[in-house]
């Protein structure tokens, strides 16, 4: 049984950083391609972040040269490193991992056809 947990979220001011994980249990985290989504109360779920089952690391319009997203096998983990967070990323943010294919870029943000998801962190910035 494949499970993805995601950890890291919490409150941050204005400017700050947090570093999201998903840890991968009952495979291996390269065995597929994850990515990281967001949904905000009232708002759409948000494609931000995809790291590509070829090593490609893509990014949304919204996130792009704040976040970085980082893969370690030995952990089975993959990282959302948010930085610069403002209060317009205040969201939940899940974990999804997708066993055949890529991210699909589109209008500013990815897609994928997911296997699994994870619960989600909340993520909460605010002075």
């Known amino acids: 049984q494949v499970r993805l947990v995601e950890s890291g979220g919490g409150l941050v001011q204005p400017g700050g950083s947090l570093r999201l994980s998903c840890t991968v249990s009952?495979?291996?985290?390269?065995?597929?391609?994850v990515a990281w989504f967001r949904q905000a109360p009232g708002k759409e779920r948000e494609g931000i972040s995809c790291?590509?089952?070829?090593?490609?690391?893509l990014y949304a319009d919204s996130v792009e040269g704040r976040f970085t997203i980082t893969r370690d096998t030995d952990k089975n983990t993959v990282y959302l490193q948010m930085n610069s967070l403002q209060p317009d990323d205040t969201a939940n943010y899940l974990c999804?991992?997708?066993?055949?294919?890529?991210?699909?870029?589109?209008?500013?943000?990815?897609?994928?056809?997911?296997?699994?998801w994870g619960q989600g962190t909340q993520v909460t910035v605010s002075s």
């Open positions: 999804a991992a997708q066993l055949q294919g890529g991210c699909i870029y589109y209008r500013g943000t990815y897609y994928m056809d997911a296997n699994y």
């Open positions: 009952g495979s291996r985290v390269d065995a597929f391609t």
């Open positions: 790291y590509n089952y070829d090593s490609r690391r």
